[in-house]
């Protein structure tokens, strides 16, 4: 996955009418079998449904590691605590989103991931970073194009979460046992280049990968959620992981949605 490999506006429309993606494609149907009236989405609709998805993805993600990937065992138990904290406040930021959105579920909620995603570390840890890349830029452009400050804000104080996390992964790929073939000097993650892990906070300013629209971030993440994207990039479609949404229990948690 190239974050220069990216789709037209015209060829994103189709794509999110395959996906069903109700909030990302031309007009959001409404009352039906009711008034039958339709509203036109907005640049807000389109980025608060991206990032819904992209949240469920996240979760869905941790979860898998946390309950499946056998490096995750060998961590040290703070180690772990990253991990555990992470999947809590990406279903926090979900169901923010979702509240946001008018409290609709996302409308995508199996996802794929690369072979070996949870079996082998550095697979596990690349495709974090990936991720939690992609999630950044997409909150940039969020705090670019969303329409009201209180929006821009909300995406601002995700997008600082999700670089926090990116930070994680690379703290922790120094410390995976060797076992499961750590400790590990470099990470791939959006660029598509191997980056050095020490520092692991080595971003200067926060990176758009070349993503210009929220169209970009959707296709970035296509291969995750669509089965034909995903098996035309190689990934395990014989095992896909449904998100399971939960109530987040948040140990110690500093900053609430309005502070």
Known sequence: MNARDLLTRREFLGVSGTLGVALMGGALLSGCGGGGTTRQTTPDDEI????????????????????????????????QNYFRAAREVEMAHYQLLM??????????????????????????????????EAFVAAYLIGV???????????????????????????????????????????????????????PPNDNAFARTYQLGSIADAVNALRPFINR????????????????????????????????
């Open 48 to 79: 608060l449904g991206a990032a819904q998805i992209a949240e469920a993805l996240a979760t869905t993600m941790y979860t898998g590691i946390i309950e499946t990937a056998p490096f995750f065992q060998r961590l040290s138990a703070f180690d």
């Open 228 to 259: 034909e994207a995903a098996q035309q990039a190689g990934f395990d479609v014989a095992r896909p992981f449904p998100f399971q949404p939960f109530s987040p229990t948040l140990p110690n948690p500093r900053g609430g949605v309005n502070g």
């Open 99 to 132: 509240s946001a959105r008018g409290n609709l579920p996302t409308p995508i909620t199996t996802f794929y991931f690369p072979p070996g995603m949870f079996t082998n570390a550095k697979t596990t840890l690349d495709t974090l970073v990936t991720l939690e």
């Open 144 to 198: 670019r194009d969303l329409s009201t400050t209180s929006l821009k804000v909300t995406a601002a104080r995700i997008l600082a979460v999700e670089s926090d996390h990116r930070t994680v992964a690379r703290v922790v790929a120094a410390e995976v046992d060797p076992a499961d073939g750590g400790p590990f000097t470099t990470l791939r993650g959006l660029s598509g280049q191997e980056e050095r892990v020490d």
